[in-house]
């Protein structure tokens, strides 16, 4: 896929990954540098496993970063001059910032998925899961875990096709100190209701799964957006339970990741972030949301 150039003065930014002609990363990227103001272009690429280091070594100085979907999360984190303390706990990057020392790129590597999946949650005020359960073993999985601990389960459940897979996330859960259950993915349908649920399946592969909230406030976090609404998050919402989709994680990621990529730090506000937040919301078909805990700036 050819990328389009930038004009003189302007920076270049992009999504990367495989399979990428659904992402939405540039629609919402560029509502935000449009309101901002900012000469920023942000496109996407597909990217497959393997090639990330060479795609790297084309880039000229007009690039200011990247956004990294799968399968490219965990192979960029090699590469990286610097790492996000996040980062390191979950061997999972997801940004990448440039800069320049001496005329020699350095990258660094920042995670903002968790991001996406906590301040989502959190918009609501009763959300305070005791415990979680997790469908799948990838890179988005280890970030899926470490949010729900940050949102207080202290029991989780990880479901798995291949249960192998699960080492990366028990030994994070360790490190965490919360105990992790590993279960194959054909056992979901014996758990019976549950209270907090994120998929981080691919789109479809979730489907047929018999997912049941236990109450009102029971949550169901699916990643997955194309085609939205899934099958799983069809069944929790006629249930009665809340369900968030992969779009409100994406815009919520994204968001940190605008607040790095101009120059601020991933846990600070950007100036008018609620109009922001608002308009890259309604610009993928969201209704507006409330203010995640932790306030912003106006």
């Known amino acids: 896929m050819s990328e389009p150039v930038s004009p003189a003065g302007r920076r270049r930014l992009a999504v990367l990954g495989s399979p990428i002609g659904h992402s939405r990363s540039p629609l919402l990227h560029t509502t935000a540098y449009t309101l901002l103001g900012l000469p920023f272009d942000y496109s996407r690429a597909e ?73 989502t949650v959190s918009t609501l005020d009763s959300a305070r899961p005791s415990s979680a359960a997790i469908l799948g073993g990838g890179a988005t999985a280890a970030s899926a875990l470490y949010a729900a601990h940050a949102l207080g389960a202290g029991k989780i459940t990880v479901y798995l096709r291949d249960p192998a897979r699960a080492t990366g996330l028990s030994a994070l859960g360790d490190r965490l100190g919360v105990p992790v259950r590993v279960r194959r993915l054909d056992e979901l349908d014996a758990a019976g209701p549950l209270s907090f649920v994120i998929s981080t399946l691919p789109g479809g592969v979730a489907d047929g799964l018999d997912l049941r909230p236990l109450d009102a406030g029971s949550i169901l976090f699916d990643v997955a957006y194309d085609p939205w609404p899934s099958p799983i998050a069809e069944g929790w919402g006629s249930a009665g339970g809340v369900v968030f989709s992969g779009l409100d994680m994406l815009v919520e990621q994204a968001i940190s990741q605008v607040r790095i990529f101009t120059g601020g730090k991933q846990d600070e506000p950007l100036h008018g972030e609620a109009g922001i937040r608002a308009a890259m919301r309604s610009a993928v078909g969201l209704a507006p949301a409330h203010s995640p805990a932790g306030g912003e700036a106006s």
């Open 47 to 119: 990217v497959r496993s393997g090639e990330l280091a060479s795609w790297l070594v084309s880039l000229d100085d007009s690039w200011l970063g990247l956004s990294l979907t799968m399968p490219l999360k965990r192979e960029v984190v090699p590469l990286l001059d610097t790492t996000s303390s996040l980062v390191d706990d979950l061997g999972v990057a997801n940004t990448v910032l440039f800069t320049a020392d001496n005329g020699t790129r350095r990258l660094h590597g920042f995670n903002t998925d968790v991001d996406g999946i906590v301040r």
